[in-house]
């Protein structure tokens, strides 16, 4: 299992449990996706496994985030370094 979820007073939180690779993450930002549509959360918190993730981790992170930012839906990451909230530009929890 790569991710898993739960959501708590309309945020819907996400956890992922190790830096993502060109095989899989697709299948991640594709589940995400599907967990907004499916909660229509107030916010979304991803909790990441490493302050500096993988490029494969930061590309679905940015997948993320865009779909969410369409939806207007704030994103937030958690365990992120300053340096990769500032690439994604979200903020902390």
Do not use: F, K, Y
Request: proline letters at 6%; charged letters at 15%; hydrophobic letters at 45%.
């Amino acid at each position: 299992m790569l991710i898993n979820h739960t959501v708590r007073h309309d945020v819907l939180h996400v956890t992922l449990h190790r830096d993502l690779d060109v095989t899989n993450r697709a299948a991640v930002a594709l589940q995400v996706q599907a967990l907004v549509q499916e909660h229509r959360p107030s916010r979304v918190i991803i909790a990441v496994p490493t302050a500096e993730p993988t490029p494969a981790t930061l590309s679905a992170l940015a997948r993320a985030h865009r779909m969410c930012a369409s939806l207007g839906i704030p994103l937030t990451l958690s365990g992120a370094s300053a340096r990769t909230r500032r690439l994604l530009d979200v903020n902390t929890p």
